[in-house]
């Protein structure tokens, strides 16, 4: 029972990119498609992978030099289980407790265990490839320097297999909270937004430090050492374990991660169906009657389009990263305004005027709205109110658009023209930044509708299928990234030996407000036709 | 008020309609219907401009859904057999939002709202998101939503699923009232004794091809309609 709950949950997640529901019978992606996104995918790993490389290959000689062996893998199992969790936690909360098809699958001869360890698995999977991405660098790096036996590989492969285990008792528990937490909650899109900025701003003040951690744990390896054995305990019996093979302390890992797991999944599995089937947050609202405003259609269809991104903490936070990006970027330039402008002067860039680099950045930021990449996947099963109702497709498409730029540029600019106050830009610099990024914005928006309507998915059960790993998104949010970093190469490239950096942002404007202008006129025309022809 | 004229619609190379002509005069309560798959929902939907077809006309008020849909679309409501509406919307923005594609004045729209909330008994609920609301209630505020623009023509798919049986009244009354101010309904359902008891004409439909259609007596005669369909689905 529970490989066949696995095969269809495994299916559902492969169906996101392997084919699109534009027609009722879903045709495949082509082997170009299947490339492209293999190729995206191994590059994302490889720089992952290499990035952790990094961090292993600088501590590695200096534990090793501190007859520290132990701690290298032991902070390598802290970075995979910090990994793992800050990347299922969502996911937890999502695929265990909020699914869609909970009640049905309840509903049929199926032991609530096999459901949630159908679900557990799938989550597993994922937790694994989280693992293999820090760890395979830290065997290899390893063994490059030092070398290595058959016992270390055997020992560190079951701590690998093991990790997700350990980080997945943790996700569970937190992600039952957060349901909880949610369900009780009468706005439980602030709660979700807030709880997911903290998860963000831990993880990016980690990134942001990590120079500085890497730097503290070489000079104070011993100090560390004390720590690490004394408070995370199982970190230092799985370090004791995987470097020099200890026995003794790899059942104390076993247990580690076996038996909160254990606990957890016996816990839930016996109250998965009062879990599931608790109220959730519907506090009903008595209505008081008032007058209600009128207003135009398109009008209306933009509300719509805002009230649908608004109403929902998961696409707010997936399609609106590159506006709390800005922000906090800007928060960040309020704050530490000397030291980045210090980093920008060591990269080479204090030729440049600090507008035309802030603007690039961004553009960089603005890549990552991707509202309106999944606004038409999202209509789903409501596509019948679109189709049925006296308005244009054109209207129902622009609507799309306008939601997303709205977000976009509306962030963009504030976030610009904070940073022109506080970078003392000139007006031509600010007016320069400005236009940039609302064509910018619009050139994305429109694209991603674009892209959306060539690869629809209404066969969705939770919408973060659709928000979070649709091929539409992924395509979209990587051809913005491209696009948005292509002015800046062939500025140092090429026009930067006869053209300003202002001069180049007034050029970069004009080319993506003529680049959004045939947009707007294809959606109009390709993009209608494609729109009506979409079968929810 | 509504002509079908030929219709055929085809998923890849099996029809789903075929060659299927109908007429819906103004008044007149058009029961439409068919075992699972026979081509009822492809109808319907056709008539409403959510599917293309591939052959024939539909006619809405003198107006063609392929080449005027916007036209057709205002003298027209659509309640499908599965309400998925706005869940980000509370009722009452929903229908605020319906009310303002089809430019229902405001004065008018709290008056309508008023009534048809009040009548299915959910004008307190109206301040809830509509993702909270049962099967039944979704069902009765698609049909509020419907109802809100006085449409001339309503497409129905199984309208009574999932309604009580004082909603399920509510509708039917309302639908009787609607015909009887020149307004035409046509509408699928399963349940042959409301079919009965209700439509003005009958069509039923089998593998996409009309079997029959006329008034409820010339389609039953002396039998009951239960055993007519099950004698022709034979």
Redesign the interface.
């Given at each position: 029972m529970v490989r066949t709950l696995l095969k269809a949950r495994i299916a559902a997640t492969l169906s996101n990119i392997g084919k699109s529901s534009k027609k009722?019978?879903a045709k495949k992606r082509g082997v170009g498609f299947k490339i492209l996104m293999g190729f995206l995918i191994v590059y994302i790993l490889g720089a992952l992978i290499i990035m952790f490389g990094a961090i292993f290959f600088a501590t590695a000689l200096t534990f090793s030099e501190a007859d520290l062996d132990w701690l290298y893998y032991a902070m390598a199992g802290i970075f995979a289980f910090a990994f793992c969790f800050i990347g299922s936690v969502f996911m937890s909360q999502h695929q265990i407790f909020e699914a869609k098809d909970n009640e049905m699958l309840l509903a049929m001869p199926i032991k609530p265990s096999a459901i949630l360890a159908s679900r557990v698995i799938a989550i597993y999977v994922f937790n694994l490839a989280y693992t293999l991405v820090v760890m395979l660098p830290a065997v290899v790096i390893r063994a490059i320097l030092f070398g290595t036996s058959v016992l270390e590989l055997v020992f560190v492969l079951i701590c690998v297999l093991l990790i997700p285990v350990m980080s997945m008792a943790l996700s569970c528990v937190l992600g039952w909270l957060l349901a909880l937490i949610s369900s009780k909650m009468r706005n439980k899109n602030a709660i979700t937004l807030i709880l997911y900025v903290v998860f963000m701003g831990a993880y990016f003040y980690v990134c942001f430090n990590a120079g500085n951690y890497i730097m503290k744990l070489t000079e104070s390896g011993t100090a560390l050492a004390d720590t690490v054995r004394r408070v995370l305990f199982p970190a230092y019996h799985m370090g004791l374990a995987s470097a020099y093979g200890n026995f003794g302390s790899l059942l104390i890992f076993i247990a580690c991660a076996a038996v909160p797991f254990a606990i957890v999944f016996f816990v839930i599995s016996r109250n998965y169906i009062s879990i599931m089937s608790a109220k959730t947050g519907?506090r009903?609202?008595?209505?008081?009657?008032k007058?209600?405003?009128?207003?135009?259609?398109m009008?209306?269809?933009i509300?719509?389009e805002m009230?649908?991104f608004t109403?929902?903490a998961m696409y707010m936070l997936n399609g609106g990263m590159g506006t709390l990006m800005s922000l906090i970027v800007v928060a960040g330039l309020i704050i530490r305004k000397e030291f980045i402008l210090n980093v920008a002067g060591m990269y080479g860039l204090s030729g440049i005027s600090v507008p035309a680099i802030i603007c690039m950045l961004m553009c960089v930021l603005s890549s990552m709205n991707i509202i309106s990449a999944s606004s038409v996947s999202l209509e789903?099963?409501?596509?019948?109110?679109m189709?049925?109702?006296?308005?244009?497709a054109s209207d129902v498409l622009i609507a799309k658009a306008m939601c997303h730029f709205i977000v976009t540029a509306g962030g963009a600019v504030i976030a610009g023209a904070v940073a022109c106050v506080v970078i003392k830009a000139t007006a031509v610099e600010a007016a320069a930044m400005a236009l940039v990024l609302i064509a910018f914005s619009a050139f994305a928006a429109l694209a991603d509708i674009m892209v959306n309507l060539h690869m629809p998915k209404f066969d969705w059960i939770n919408e973060v299928a659709c928000v979070k790993q649709s091929g539409s998104v992924t395509v979209s949010m990587l051809m913005n990234l491209a696009i948005a970093i292509a002015p800046i190469i062939l500025y140092f490239v090429l026009f930067s030996r006869f053209m300003g950096a202002t001069a180049f942002l007034f050029s970069a404007a004009a080319f993506f407000a003529v680049v959004a202008a045939v947009l707007f006129i294809r959606l109009k025309t390709a993009g209608v036709r494609m729109f009506?022809?979409l079968?929810a | 008020m509504l002509k079908i004229e030929h219709l055929t619609k085809k998923?890849?190379d099996k029809a789903a309609v075929d060659d299927l002509s109908l007429h819906i005069e103004p008044g007149q309560i058009y029961g439409f219907i068919g075992h699972n798959g026979a081509g009822k929902t492809t109808t319907l939907?056709s008539c409403?401009?959510?599917?293309?077809f591939d052959e024939g006309e539909i006619y809405i008020g003198g107006k063609s859904i392929k080449t005027d849909?916007?036209?057709c679309?205002?003298l027209m409501?659509?309640i499908?057999d599965?309400p998925?509406?706005?869940e980000?919307?509370?009722?009452?923005?929903y229908l605020?939002?319906?009310?303002?594609?089809?430019?229902?004045?405001?004065g008018v729209?709290?008056e309508k709202?008023?009534k048809y909330a009040d009548m299915f008994e959910i004008?307190?609920?109206?301040?809830?998101?509509v993702?909270?609301y049962s099967h039944g209630m979704k069902q009765k505020l698609a049909i509020i939503g419907a109802l809100i623009h006085d449409p001339k023509l309503i497409i129905m798919d199984e309208p009574f699923v999932g309604l009580d049986p004082k909603a399920a009244f509510t509708v039917k009354t309302l639908m009787r009232e609607l015909c009887d101010m020149g307004g035409a309904i046509f509408f699928s359902t399963h349940v042959l004794e409301v079919a009965e008891k209700l439509c003005d004409r009958v069509a039923i439909i089998k593998s996409g091809r009309l079997v029959v259609s006329g008034t409820m007596e010339e389609v039953k005669g002396d039998e009951s309609l239960e055993s007519v369909f099950l004698e022709l689905e034979a």
């Open positions: 009722a019978g519907t009903r609202v008595k209505y008081v009657e007058r209600l405003r009128e207003s135009g259609a009008s209306s269809l509300g719509k009230k649908r109403g929902s789903g099963k409501t596509m019948w109110l189709k049925s109702l006296p308005v244009n009506n022809e079968q | 998923y890849g939907k409403t401009g959510i599917l293309k849909p916007l036209a679309k205002k409501a659509y499908p599965n998925d509406l706005y980000f919307y509370t009722g009452i923005k605020n939002f319906v009310a303002n594609i089809y430019g229902v004045p405001a729209r709290d709202i008023k004008t307190e609920d109206l301040a809830s998101l993702s909270s």
